[in-house]
C-alpha cells in the first residue's frame, strides 16, 4: 500500500443514527495510549485509522455529531473530538495543527477487518499487559509530527 492509495471506509455509531463514509489517502492505524485517547474510548487505547485530504459524507445523522475540542492533551495540540450525542460514541477526530488530516475511530468503522496499527503512540502510557501489536512497516512515520513509536 502506498502513501498516496485512497480509501473508502464507512463508519457508523453504536445507536446508528449517524452513518458517514470517508475518503481519502490511506496514513495507516496508529494505537493512542495518551490519557485523553483511553478516557474518550473508555477504554485502554484509541485505534485511530487516519486519513490525509478526507471528505466526510454523510448517510444520515450529521445533527447527532458534537464536537469537543480537547485542549488539554498530552501532544498540547487541539484536538477536536467528534462523538454521537445520542448514544455517545465516539467517531473520529481532527487536529487543529495538521491540515487535511482526520482520524477515524477504526472500531466505529462497518469494516470487518480492522486496519493492524504501524505505530504505537504515547507507548510511555501503554498497560504492561498489552502485547506487542504493531504490524510491519518499513516507512516513515505518517506525519513527521508523530512521536517515534
Ligand atoms: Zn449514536
Ligand atoms: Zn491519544
Given at each position: 500500500?502506498?502513501?498516496d492509495?485512497?480509501i473508502?471506509?464507512s ?11 470517508v ?9 493512542c495510549y495518551c490519557?485523553?485517547c ?11 485509522h487516519?486519513?490525509?485530504?478526507a471528505?466526510i ?6 445533527e ?7 485542549g488539554n492533551?498530552d501532544?498540547?495540540?487541539l484536538?477536536l473530538?467528534?462523538f454521537?450525542?445520542n448514544?455517545g460514541?465516539?467517531l ?13 475511530h ?10 493492524q ?10 498497560y ?7 504490524g510491519e ?11 517515534q513509536?
Amino acid at each position: 500500500m502506498t502513501e498516496d492509495t485512497r480509501i473508502t471506509r464507512s463508519v457508523r455509531c453504536n445507536c446508528g443514527k449517524v452513518s458517514f463514509t470517508v475518503t481519502g489517502i490511506d496514513k495507516l492505524a496508529v494505537h493512542c495510549y495518551c490519557t485523553n485517547c483511553q478516557r474518550t474510548t473508555g477504554s485502554a487505547f484509541a485505534h485511530n485509522h487516519r486519513f490525509s485530504e478526507a471528505s466526510i459524507a454523510f448517510d444520515r445523522g450529521e445533527e447527532f455529531v458534537k464536537q469537543y475540542a480537547d485542549g488539554n492533551t498530552d501532544s498540547k495540540r487541539l484536538m477536536l473530538r467528534h462523538f454521537c450525542i445520542n448514544c455517545g460514541s465516539p467517531l473520529f477526530l481532527k487536529s487543529t495543527a495538521v491540515a487535511d488530516f482526520i482520524a477515524v475511530h477504526e472500531g466505529s468503522t462497518t469494516d470487518k477487518t480492522k486496519s493492524q496499527p504501524v505505530l504505537e503512540l504515547f507507548a510511555h502510557e501503554k498497560y504492561p499487559w498489552i502485547g506487542d501489536v504493531k504490524g510491519e512497516y518499513g516507512g516513515p512515520p505518517p506525519f513527521p509530527w508523530d512521536p517515534q513509536p
